[in-house]
Structures are given as structure tokens and as C-alpha cells.
């Protein structure tokens, strides 16, 4: 395994990549294109800028943006100046960006205009004021500078160009020095969670556990030069951790899209002969159901993958036989693991891929639990716990939100429930969150999900649990109809009820174009909760 002795620090691995890989091509972004002997010298130029701007070791820096090669450049040359990166969601508005940024304490803010039609700066200012006294906006005292990365400059930022060239005075010796004081247990990134639960928590993870956890994912996924389409965001673990950096690890291309568009995928996949589409089940279904997919080329994938919850055999089938992949590896993690805790093997047999989502990862302990933290016997639910060097440092400036999440033991709870058979394979069966009763029978919708998806006319399905006055609550299922068809509710009540148990079966079928994605392609079971609920 490749691994953090090796690097140790994301600097160091850069420059082991330069090295290694130099002429091979690191970014393909359009028309903009790097090599890994480019990438590292950006990346150098981008951390003597951060130095001149008086960016010391600890000092958190956000960048706010699409997947994009400047978002790459940056997080390289942050992590050169021994800065942490705090991304904020390309979706975010600007309460929620100003929130993280106050929190966090960010000296510096990267960012653009214009991205699906959201100016960023204009948004930030409306929630915190315009500049003032030197700072580029009210209430975020901390904040010293906003840099953008393309496009047009608001009012008191600064262009990408301009914030480079300001560090070109910064000698190689002082830099280098900075880079040698990095090291394996300082902070990397502190990534804020989604804020399902009150407001969003910083995670923050050292630059050898993650190092260390990605040499495992990369590895276990095989990757090696490889033509890596990045559509997972660069903000989310995926993107940043399983993405870039493993990239750097294995040198492997960098392709990123800003955007899940199913042609754009389709598209810059056929163009840029890509071999490896990670991503949400969704996505690899929304590929397949598509009516235009027959015309693009798509022979040259090689690897997937997917994870989070159990998937049908047929579309591990369909990946293989149709879409061409020749790997499709399943796995768990959540941000507070570092991104990862269990993985699938390559000798692992299709039914094992598709309904599962591996073991630990070596030196890493998962378990089942039941509420008091006690294992559960095999093939029983119960909360999944995770210990070992990918948890969590804990949340930043949170150390009450800290110790309720991660017990004086050191196990993780996720809040994710499971079971783990004999083999210490686990099955995420749903979010304790999300679990609805019906008449006193706990039904968890991932596993009704995965039942439906055997109807031929069923492309993609969520289900969640609407109040009701007789039963507590009852499912509502949004199906997404296979390209052609048009299910008629009452047949698919009708086929579920033959093939489950009837608590199980939701009581209303609702047949929709599209399903909402987030940007890491989840389904926003919120947003279709709150129209069951309306609806009603």
C-alpha cells in the first residue's frame, strides 16, 4: 500500500508527484490543461501568495466555488503555506456561507461569479454589509481578503492574477521551510457538515489520516493512471479526498465537471476518454435510463465507484454489460471518518458488491450497536460505530457536539443503521433520522428503495415517511419511470404488495420526471418529505 510514511503531508505528496509523473498530464479542465510538473509549480506560486499575504501555520482559508482547476491550485498551495482548507457548498446562499466563514475564522475567501447565475460576493455582503475599514465585508472581521478565481472582481477583491503575483517575492528557502514544518498530525481541512441537524459542525482531520486513508481507497479501487472524471464537488470528501488527491497519489488525470448534467457527463466522458466515473447509485441509473446515452462512446471506462446504500445486482450488471466497467467497488463513509470506513475487495463476488458496502478498512474497527453502545449480534440492526486514525479530531470549537459523537472509547456514531454478517460485511439499512414506523414496525426506506427497483418500470425510486392518523406515519414513494414507460400508481401498489410485507409497502406512489439531486447526487429526502406532507 502507498502510504502516509511515504508523504506524510499533502505538500510533500505534490511534490512526489512532480517527480514521479511530471510530464503526464494532472488537469484536464476544457481548455486549460497542466501537467504534474505544472500543477506543483501553480501550486508553489499559489502558496508564496498566501505566505505574502501573512497566511501562518492553523490559519483557515475557504474556498467557495464549482470544481474548477483554480480550486485545485488553491487547496495545493493553501496546504504548501501549512493553511486549512474550509470548502463551502457551490449551493450555498449567503447566510449559510457567512455562518461558516465567522465560525471557522477564514483569513482569506477564494470564489467566482456567476456560477448556475449565484454571485457570491453580492450574496455574502447582502447577509453581512459591504466592505468596510479594510475588509471586504461587515460582520466578518476576520476575513482580510476575497480573490477570484475567474471571471469579473466586485468591489474590494482581488483577481486570481493579481493575489498570484503578490507572492512572487517570496523566495524558494522560505517557502520550502514552511513546507518542511507541515506535518503528518497538523490539520488539513476542516470540513462543516451538512447541518441537517441545528447548525453546520467543522470536521477536522489531520493531513496523515487522510493521506494515509486514500493510499487504502485507491488502492482497493485499483487506481492507476487513470482518466478520473470529477463530478462529485470538490468541496465533499469525494471530490477533495477520493478526487484530487488520489489523483496525486496515483497519477491519475484530474477531469473536473462543475455540475451534475447528465449530458455533460455523458459528454466530457465520451471526449476525454475517461476510465473512472465515481459517483451516487443515481447516477450510474440516470446514465443507463437516458434516451441519447447510445450515442456516446463510453468504451474506454474502466472503473466505478459507489456506495452509502445497497444497490440492486441488476445495475452492478447493467454498469458491467452496458456502461463497460470492469470494476464497480462499493463503500461507507461519512465526513466525520475522514470520508471512509468500509470498502468492498476486488475478489468480492457481484451480489456482495451490490448488496453491501464492504469492511473496515485495515486498522479501522466498525461494529453494530445497540443504543447503549453495545455490539449486536450478527445480522441484527443496530447503529454503526466506527474507531481507528480516520476519526474525526473532533468538531471544530465544538466540544460538547465532539463528545456526543464520539464516545471515551473512541467509537464514532453515525447515526447510520445497519447489520454486519459473519464476514463483517455491513448493509446500511437507513439514517436512524430517517427510519419512519408504521403501526409499530420499523420501516427503513433504502430497503423498501432497493425492493421496488426490481419493477422493470421503475428507474429510480425514494421513499419517505409522511404522518398519518391511523398508523403513525406511512411511505410515500417518487418513482422516476424507465425511459419509455408510464407506471400507473395502483399497478405498482398492486406489484409491492405481492412482493413485501405490507407494512413496508408505501400507500401512495407518486411518478415524477426527476428526483431532487444535491450536488453530491443524494437524493433531498427533505424536499420530498415536505411535498408528501403538503400534499396531503
Known sequence: MRGDLEWGTTPKLLRAAAERYADREAIADGHSRLSFFELHAAARRAARAFLAAGIEPGDRVSIWAPNVWEWVVSVLGLHSAGAVIVPLNSRYKGHEAAYILEKSGARVLLTLEGFLDNHYVSMLRDAKGGPVAGRPARGLPQLERI?????????????????????????????????????????????????????????????????????????????????????????????????????????STIIPVPVFDVPLVMEVASREKVTMLPGTPAIYQTILNHPERASFDFTSLRRAVTGAAAIPVELVEQMRDVLGFEVVVTGY?????????????????????????????????????????????????????????????????????????????????????????????????????DMFIVGGFNAYPVEIENLLLAHPDIAQVAVVGVPDDRLGEIGHAFVVPTAGSAPDPDELHAWARERMANFKVPRRFEVVDALPLNPTGKVLKYVLRERATSDR
Open 147 to 251: 480573490v477570484m478565481l475567474r471571471g469579473p472582481c466586485p468591489e474590494g477583491t482581488q483577481s486570481f492574477d493579481d493575489f498570484l503575483a503578490s507572492g512572487d517575492g517570496v523566495d524558494d528557502a522560505t517557502l520550502d521551510a514552511r513546507i518542511d514544518g507541515i506535518t503528518a498530525d497538523d490539520l488539513a481541512d476542516c470540513l462543516f457538515t451538512s447541518g441537517t441537524t441545528g447548525n453546520p459542525k467543522g470536521v477536522m482531520c489531520t493531513h496523515g489520516q487522510t493521506l494515509r486513508a486514500y493510499a487504502t481507497w485507491s488502492d482497493v479501487v485499483g487506481l492507476a493512471d487513470d482518466r478520473y472524471l470529477i463530478v462529485n464537488p470538490f468541496f465533499h470528501a469525494f471530490g477533495y479526498k477520493a478526487g484530487i488527491l488520489a489523483c496525486l497519489m496515483t497519477g
Open 333 to 433: 463513509g461519512l465526513t466525520e471518518s475522514c470520508g471512509i470506513a468500509t470498502m468492498c475487495r476486488h475478489d468480492d463476488d457481484p451480489e456482495t458488491i451490490a448488496t453491501t458496502s464492504g469492511r473496515a478498512i485495515p486498522d479501522v474497527e466498525v461494529i453494530i450497536a445497540d443504543d447503549d453502545g453495545n455490539e449486536v449480534a450478527r445480522g441484527e440492526p443496530g447503529e454503526i460505530l466506527v474507531r481507528g486514525y480516520n476519526v474525526m479530531r473532533g468538531y471544530f470549537d465544538e466540544p460538547e457536539e465532539t463528545a456526543a459523537t464520539v464516545d471515551e472509547k473512541g467509537w464514532l456514531h453515525t447515526g447510520d443503521i445497519g447489520t454486519m454478517d459473519a464476514r463483517g460485511y455491513i448493509k446500511i439499512t437507513d439514517r436512524k433520522k
